[in-house]
C-alpha cells in the first residue's frame, strides 16, 4: 500500500513497515549540465522499514529543514510543534473519516 502526504510518500513493505521516499522538483539539464528552464521531478529515498511515527518525525524534520531563516530556539520550539500537530492533525483526520 501507499500513502501520500504531500510531497511525501510511505510505501509498505513485508516487514510490517514503511519506506519513505519524497518528491522534489529541480531544474533540469542537458546534456551538456546547463539548466533547461524545465522543472523535473525526482524522487529521493529517506528511510526504510520504518514506523508510522517515525515517518511522521522525519516528514516534520524536513519540512523544517527546508525553511532557510534563523530563529531563536523558542521560535524553533514553535515552529517544530506547529508542524508535528499539523502532520498528526492529517493522520487524525484520515483516522476519523475511514
Not at 20 to 27: H, N, Q, R, W, Y
Not at 54 to 60: A, D, P, Q, S
Amino acid at each position: 500500500m501507499k500513502v501520500k502526504i504531500e510531497n511525501f510518500t510511505m510505501t509498505s513493505d513485508s516487514q510490517g513497515g514503511y519506506n519513505l521516499t519524497e518528491t522534489k522538483s529541480i531544474k533540469a539539464l542537458d546534456k551538456n549540465h546547463q539548466p533547461t528552464g524545465d522543472m523535473k521531478d525526482i524522487t529521493v529515498d529517506i528511510g526504510y522499514n520504518m514506523s508510522v511515527e517515525n515517518c511522521i518525525k522525519r516528514m516534520v524534520h524536513l519540512r523544517l529543514h527546508s525553511i532557510e531563516n534563523t530563529v531563536d530556539f523558542r521560535g524553533f520550539l514553535e515552529l517544530y510543534r506547529g508542524e508535528r500537530s499539523r502532520m498528526e492533525g492529517l493522520v487524525k483526520e484520515v483516522l476519523t473519516t475511514v
